[in-house]
């Protein structure tokens, strides 16, 4: 079956450090997007991809990075963690347009 | 002023009860409607699709999309306590690409 897979699970790291998520998903969609979760804001939009190559910000992009190499993988990058990035993390992706999202079970980031 | 609003709960039912979900939203060029259910410590998985007005039904389940409103509903039936998750509502413009969220709503079902 097909799948989107997040790793690692859970993550403790310490301010200023450099931080990778990986994203791996075998549906062969064109679409992939990063999301943090985090109470009293629900889901909110990081950066997203359309293709390989293509990456774009979404509404909370500053501090986050992310590349698009092939079609299965996107990883986040947190060039320099803060604290105010603690939060939980998914990954999904969708076929096309106004098709759903298929999500991973999210990476759990601690940063102290 | 968000663009989706949804109660966030916490919301507390008894087994067997009707339950309602609801979300309002502001854009009017919404056409893509979703509900997606959260267990605790997993990612949301698609629950309803729909992207006409009216109802759609799957099982114990019933979306409903009002726009001439910009109201969405959930109502769930005969409530098991496997019902108990965190509900969002999604919504897309066409050919957007994009999905925005509402915040979530907290449900418990007790037995």
């Not at chain 1, 690692?8 to 931080?19: A, F, L, S, Y």
């Not at chain 2, 999905?99 to 979530?104: D, E, N, S, Y």
């Amino acid at each position: 079956d097909a799948e989107i897979t997040q790793s690692p699970r859970h993550k403790i790291t310490e301010t200023g450090r450099q931080v990778t998520l990986a994203c791996h998903q075998t549906w062969n969609h064109n679409n992939m997007f990063w999301y943090r979760q985090d109470l009293g804001h629900g889901l909110r939009l990081i950066h997203y991809s359309y293709g390989v190559q293509d990456t774009n910000k979404g509404e909370v992009s500053d501090g986050y990075s992310v590349s698009r190499s092939n079609t299965e993988d996107l990883p986040l990058t947190l060039e320099s963690a803060a604290s105010s990035q603690t939060s939980v993390y998914f990954c999904a992706s969708s076929e096309t347009s106004n098709q759903p999202q298929h999500f991973g079970d999210g990476t759990r980031l601690s940063i102290l | 002023q968000k663009e989706v609003e949804q109660d966030p709960g916490p919301l507390s039912v008894p087994e067997g009860a009707i339950v309602s979900l609801n979300c309002t939203y502001s854009n009017s060029a919404f056409q893509y409607f979703m509900w997606y259910r959260q267990y605790s410590r997993k990612g949301p998985e698609l629950l309803m699709y729909t992207y006409s007005s009216g109802n759609k039904e799957d099982g114990r389940f019933t979306a409903q999309v009002d726009k001439s409103s910009k109201y969405i509903s959930l109502f769930i039936r005969d409530s098991q306590p496997s019902d108990s998750a965190t509900y969002l509502c999604a919504m897309e413009v066409q050919g957007a690409q994009k999905l925005v969220f509402g915040q979530g709503t907290r449900l418990t079902i007790n037995p």
